[in-house]
């Protein structure tokens, strides 16, 4: 029971996570978002998680590479 | 197809493996199909790139360096085997193209790892560097034949390689080329006797002082290189096709001194003496082709030639040394297609190694085979996205971490290497938008727009398009930047995209009705120091290069204030190809001190202005222009100059038109001065989500 729950938890988060990200990669948000007023907070924003992300994925590779 | 380009689609072979046509892409650092600097991996982007290279028809398609032991977590190559399990079916489908492929497998870069200031500061100490070792062991990555000073840090030297080290590497080409050649990889390429990177630093008796096997006499020098192919060989078969990256001459006078193409100097490197015997015995070690260019670190232009280098600037070399060997040569370094076709078919040489054109557009193969060269975008030599490793005096690589982690990008073309960020989607909201201004980031938001299905109309103030670039490709030696406009004004007029000359719009009210969208795309002017007595007899660069002032005979000697790139290369067309007399005054501590130029073009400037003998004053400023003169403050005190004109290059400010509001975006030099670079991602960035 407690199993199923924490799997139901993980599947919802994980959905309404994909949901978001395909919500914020849509035309109409991006083109909010990029409204013109604030074109540079939000390129700077992106770029800075971007290199983040490189580096979150150095652990991954890592890993990946000790897979049999 | 033109019959000039026929003798580049003829097959050759390797070793036995044939080649389609004649056409080699050379590598290039980040398009590395197991990533760059991170720890190995399968990258899909690199594999991407790659596999469309081989699509347009590139008939030995080189992914970008592979450095034998990761830099970032320090396992070999050869111990991925999750990586090599996602090869296989890659390869199997790349062959579906008819190319083939070859990994590039590096010795490392021992005193040319371009080391950024961290990097520094962990390999300049002992404990710091052991206790980071597990992940990142800078004095390894940066250890070569013998103790010598890196290129890029002062106060920093490369340790020696022990023997076992040596051996130990070795051993694991032989392995990585082992599974590489059961994944279904084509063959390989040793990096390389080339460059100044590690296997040149043994082979160069300046830099490799060891009395052991491998230092002394020619023989010893190249050992190491030697003892790779044996080992591949051995491991792989005799008949998996091994290449080497091989530098002819290192056209170097001294550590991080080059020689410029036209200079006579006494070589530091190798010479072509040298190199006639060595070609020799990496053949005769199992080598099956060399591909050839010149230049070392210290001589980066050679071997990444920027605009000031001559075309073909290494082909002489090359062709002189094939003589001297049987296996098949390649030629890299700014190489035209039709003259590495002429020479092919006179037999002087068997391919053309071409690289960064690959990445300013991904179908210039089919287009000359379609006969549509001039829809070609030309690559300008700026380095700007794909290889801009910086450094000025006192620096060590400045280089921003999202660069480093990225080269293979491409300034001119934003889906390079970023295919997944930059993209054309189709719009479901078609708009109809104005821009401002027809220069280069004016332009390329026009494709773009018009490519999403947008309906732009450009507002250019002038009767051209180009804008400022206009002014920037009006060097002698700038003939690429001058095709790039050309280009654009042809895509432009081929998209059907409606441009209104001579209408300046200082008010974006004017306009704001009939539109949806405006971008404000107006650049730069120049910047201003009033506090200069005399600042305002100062010329600006639009009227020195684009209104000709340059070839005014009257115009003799030119200071320039301010030792910027535009300075500098302004100051390098008057003094090579104007024969006049520029002088350059820098406020800081040296010529073109800027994070976003690369040292090949940088240390081409600043090689050249000592070459040529051009009075260069750094840490001195002016601080008043008169009729004929100006006064330049130096440490040393104040100097009364005799002049024709001071050039005002001190740099640009950004010129909007408007403010920020809704339905506004800034493009260009408008946001913030940059680079071709800043300008065509930006107006991606904005065009995309519009």
New interface residues.
Partial sequence: MKRSKVLFTVACVGGVGYLAARLLQSDAVQSKLMGGKYDDTVLNLMEKARTLGDILGWPIHFVRALLP | MNKQYEPLFTPFKICDVEIPNRIVQCSMGGTSLF?WL????FDTEAADFLLKRAKDGVGLVLPGMQVIRDT??R?WLD?????YRQLKPYMDEYHKTGGKLFIQLAGGFGRSMAVTPWMAALGRNNLLNKLASPIVDVQYSCASASETPNRWADNFDSRPFTVEEIQEMVWHFGATAKKLREAGVDGVEIHAVHEGYNLDQFAIANMNFRTDQYGGSLENRLRFANEIVQSIKEQAGDDFPVSLRYSVRSCTKGWRKGAMPYEEFEEFGRDMAESEKAVKLLQDAGYDFLNCDNGTYDAWYWAHPPQYMPDNCNLEDVEHIRKFIDIPVACAGRMEPVKAAEEIAAGRLDAVAIARQNLVDENWVSKIKAGKEDEIRPCIRCHNGCFNFAKFEGTENIQS??DS??LGRCALNPPTMQHK?YKI?P???PKKVAIIGGGVGGMESALVLKQRGHTPVIFEKTGELGGLFLTASAMTFKEHDKQLIDWYKREIEKAGIEVRFNTEVNDIGTIKRGFD?IIVATGSVPRKMPQIKGFEKTMDFETLLKDGEIDNPKLKTVVFLGGGQSSCEAAYDMVYNKKKNPIVVEYGNDLVAAQATCLANTSFLRDAMEYHKVPVYLHSTITEIGDGYCIIKTPDGEIRQECDAVVNGIGFVPAPVGD???????VGDC?AIGNLRTVIW?AW??C???
């Fill in positions: 990533g991170e720890p190995s991996h970032m977590g396992k111990q991925n085997r999750y990586m971490l999202g982690l990225h960020r989607v719009t479901r909201n969208e920020k509001e809704a339905h506004v975006h800034r946001v930006r960035d904005i995309m989500r519009i």
